[in-house]
């Protein structure tokens, strides 16, 4: 069965901090890695998305995928009160069935 | 930038009714999706649809949904007799090859009493 895991928090952190969110997951098959941002009554807005195994950055956030553990991680960095929005992690193995996380409410105060 | 858009933002229905949620793609994309989040909850797979035909679907969408991409522009998700554990944010979502990501619309409430 297809499971991921995710702390929903909520996670509160000054304005500047370091944020790190996690994920694991127990489906070996699980290729694709996407961390999704959804504000207050959106729809989830996609942030990164990686295959397979490794780092990705852009800008203030870096994605890491670490399969032979089966857990990815999100760090922003310099974090900002407008960052403040649950992140949700998500994967698939490349069918049309994505699986999310439950999210993690994530609050950056000023 | 597209984007994929959902109407209505909110709809309130009574439980036994018919709703139709509404969605436009981004126009170049070519897999589609429905998804729904219950108050607190994960977001769910519900459906995916491709090439005039559902590809796959989850345990959720039993005979009581349906999809439809009735012109070029437009795909629906129908909820034939809506019961009160259906009141949740349903999201559309489309993808313009199998493995690309999703973009996801701002979705729909609906509330049924």
């Known amino acids: 069965q297809k499971e991921v895991e995710q702390d929903p928090g909520p996670l509160s952190v000054p304005e500047g901090a370091i944020v790190s969110l996690n994920c694991t997951y127990s489906n070996s098959a699980f290729q694709y890695f996407m961390w999704y941002r959804q504000y207050s009554r959106k729809g989830p807005e996609l942030l990164m998305y990686t295959y397979s195994s490794g780092n990705k950055e852009d800008g203030r956030f870096t994605a890491q995928v670490d399969k032979s553990s089966k857990y990815i991680s999100l760090f922003i960095r310099d974090s900002q009160p407008s960052d403040s929005a649950t992140y949700l992690c998500a994967m698939s193995e490349g069918d049309n069935d994505m699986r999310f996380g439950a999210g993690t409410r994530l609050t950056v105060k000023p | 930038e597209p984007e994929v858009t959902q109407t209505p933002s909110h709809q309130v229905t009574q439980m036994g009714q018919e709703v139709i949620l509404r969605c436009v793609p981004i126009?170049?994309?070519?897999?589609f999706y429905w998804y729904r989040q219950i108050l607190g909850q994960k977001v769910e797979f519900l459906v995916s649809?491709?090439?005039?035909?559902?590809?796959?679907k989850s345990e959720i969408f039993d005979d009581q949904f349906s999809v439809e991409r009735p012109d070029g522009s437009n795909f629906t998700l129908k909820i034939r007799s809506t019961k009160l554990e259906d009141s949740a944010m349903y999201f559309c979502a489309s993808t313009s090859s199998y493995n690309s990501p999703l973009h996801f619309g701002n979705g729909t409430r609906l509330t049924v009493t």
């Open positions: 126009s170049n994309h070519l897999y």
């Open positions: 649809f491709y090439n005039n035909e559902i590809s796959e």
